[in-house]
């Protein structure tokens, strides 16, 4: 696992709040309601493992805002997952579902566990427990779990079942299941596919030729490397890719294709030929067009900050870049596509599956890739044109337009 070097990510992430705050304008009252989180359920998940043992994991279930609908995010299975990380990252879904103009609050949720170290059924056992704990809390029209971080589509379908042990057969309760079961086609490559869209937007404004330009990837899961082969699909130059161990490189470009194949087969990038090794920490600071960070948080600090030789850097994991290394970037003219808008794909898409699961009906994949791309260009120019209206960051930009969504439908609903 990457590991990070402090643990205040909700303060880092209120860091960017406080900004857009103050732009708007808004008093210290409504930026406490904005700011905290409405519920916060701590639950135990025992766990009967494989050798016979009961183990006890902790899980979360974080409703940061519910003002413009049910609470909507992800769960993670990641060691790091406390409550500290899971109520930063329920934050920062408030501002993207109000960014990119989903009807959804923010949640997240998370078990503090090491999935990679789990069998298959204690995976299931866990899940299965975990959903039964905060069941309560969630509800089609109430809080709508979706993967992130060490889930994916085949937890999402035990959280179904468990939910619909009890509740009767609920497809809408979770998104990004797996399409037997009611998700959408398009659900397992939306945030790569996403990325890929405001990528070439900024290109475009900033007069960087696509064809050929320079690719680095830190992380190969579902976002990774969904990001790498849309991108190499489409002539881009991936230069770099990572998982976990490390990663490989390749001045002249890899071929995913053949990448993909390699870690299928071996489990790993070690020993990929025609590439050298490169390790997570060089990849952040190879030469290159757009460095795209899409594995975990705060990857990039004040550290290696000064270090980082991208023309742009596009945030498609959450919050892999403190308040430091933000600031830093910015001085130097470096700019940043921000978490909230660059990985809004995945629950844009999940919205279109809750809405297909309501209606019982099934969309082609063009419709879903059209409709991604309609509303990601329309928030990707939402965003651009604040930003250069108002000289400030792509990130100021984003979380001004959603801060200022989500109190407007505040003061509607009479709350203020
Ligand atoms: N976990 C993803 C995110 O951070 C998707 C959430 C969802 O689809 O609800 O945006």
Known sequence: MLTKTTENTFDEIS??????????GLDEGVRELLRRPWRELKVAVPVRMDDGR????????????????????????HPSADQEEVKALASLMTWKNALVDVPFGGAKGGVKCDPTALSEGELNRLTRRYTINIEHFLGVNRDIPAPDLGTNAQVMAWMMDAYSQ??????????GKP?????????DSATGRGATYVIRAIARDLGISLLGARVAVQGFGQVGSWTARLLWEEGYNVIAVSDVHGGVYRAGGL???????????????AGFGAAEPVSNAELLELECDFLIPAAIDRVITEANAPRVQARVVVEAANHPLTPDADAILHQR????????????????VSY?????????????KERVDQELLGTMTAAYENVSGLASSEDISLREAAFTIGVERVARVARIRGFL
């Open 15 to 24: 860091v960017f709040f406080n900004r857009a705050a103050e732009r708007l």
């Open 255 to 269: 071929d995913i294709g053949e990448l993909t194949r390699h870690v299928e087969e071996t489990g790993g990038m």
């Open 179 to 187: 399409v037997e079961l009611g998700g959408s086609v398009g659900r």
């Open 352 to 364: 279109f599956e809750w809405v297909q699961n309501l209606y019982q009906h099934h969309w082609v």
């Open 333 to 348: 003219g470096v700019p940043i596509l921000p978490d909230i808008l660059t990985n809004a794909g995945g629950v844009i």
């Open 166 to 175: 009890i509740h009767g057969l609920t497809p809408a309760i979770v998104t």
């Open 54 to 77: 009961i183990e006890v994991f902790e899980g979360y279930r974080i409703q940061h805002n519910g003002v413009r609908g049910p609470y909507k995010g992800g769960v993670r299975y």
